[in-house]
């Protein structure tokens, strides 16, 4: 990477940084476009380089820390040694939820598009993070001693009822704590991924 590319990225993630810590502090209505770029040391301008307006770069926050979390939890899940995709899966899923329940700022921000649930919007809208997750995600597939049926909806399946329902048990404690929901939660992933696997036709 040339030293503009970096400069650009530099730029971008101060932007990103700074965005992220208003939100969280004052709130995105009492947010101003000249209180970020002011804050974070660019132009005006280059703020609109990159972003349409201040829900656009909370938009894209969103993805953007959906890919951090999803980042680290991989990091983990590498580390761990864990195989198959079931227990891969619920790794990466059990990984970001403690580290959200440790971040409370963060759950609040991503709110109802909690990671897991923004995370199917590769299905629908085609962001670039969401992408790249959605190919490791493929990948851990791929890697399986099995071979699945309707992966897209799966996948789908698993990240929203992981996103609806887990974001529920982690703010309302609906309709259990997050802790004693999780078995339920799991329970269920691995009946979906156990439904989508082919059957072995024997003679």
Same mark, same amino acid.
């Given at each position: 990477m040339g030293k503009i590319d970096e400069n650009k990225k530099r730029k971008k993630e101060a932007l990103y940084n700074t965005a992220y810590e208003l939100f969280i502090t004052k709130g995105i209505n009492s947010t101003a476009i000249s209180d970020i770029v002011e804050k974070a040391g660019v132009a005006k301008g280059t703020f609109y380089l990159y972003f349409k307006d201040k829900y656009d770069i909370k938009n894209k926050l969103v993805s953007h820390k959906t890919q951090e979390l999803f980042n680290a939890a991989d990091d983990a899940l590498a580390i761990s040694g864990t195989k198959g995709l079931e227990e891969q899966l619920i790794f990466i899923i059990d990984h970001i939820v403690n580290t959200l329940m440790n971040n409370k700022p963060l759950l609040n !921000?991503?709110?109802k598009n909690l990671v897991m649930g923004a995370l199917r919007s590769t299905l629908i809208t085609g962001e670039k993070?969401?992408?790249e997750i959605y190919e490791k !995600?493929?990948?851990l597939v791929e890697q399986d001693?099995?071979?699945?049926t309707d992966v897209d909806v799966m996948l789908f399946t698993i990240v929203e009822l992981a996103g609806s329902a887990g974001y529920n048990s982690m703010m309302y404690e609906e309709p259990l704590p997050i802790e004693e929901y999780k078995p339920f939660l799991y329970r269920t992933i691995r009946l979906i991924i156990e439904s989508h696997r082919k059957r072995t036709q024997t003679s």
């Open positions: !921000f991503i709110s993070n969401a992408n !995600f493929l990948k001693e099995y071979s699945y």
